[in-house]
């Protein structure tokens, strides 16, 4: 098992170009930072990078 901690947004969002099919990623923070929006950004850069619809 790996962790991963990232400094900025920026970061978190390039950060699924290291992820491969069967890891599990877990964003953690308060809904004030708007993760969720980061969330949505990492799993469409997922999408895209492996070409699956949804």
Do not use: Y
């Not at 900025?8 to 308060?30: E, M, N, Q």
Request: no cysteine; proline share 2%.
């Amino acid at each position: 098992m790996q962790f991963h901690h990232v400094a900025t947004t920026a970061d978190a969002a390039v950060f699924v170009d290291h992820v491969s099919p069967g890891d599990v990623v877990l964003i953690k923070a308060s809904r004030a930072e708007r993760f969720e929006l980061l969330a949505d950004d990492i799993k469409a850069r997922w999408i895209h990078r492996s070409g699956v619809e949804q």
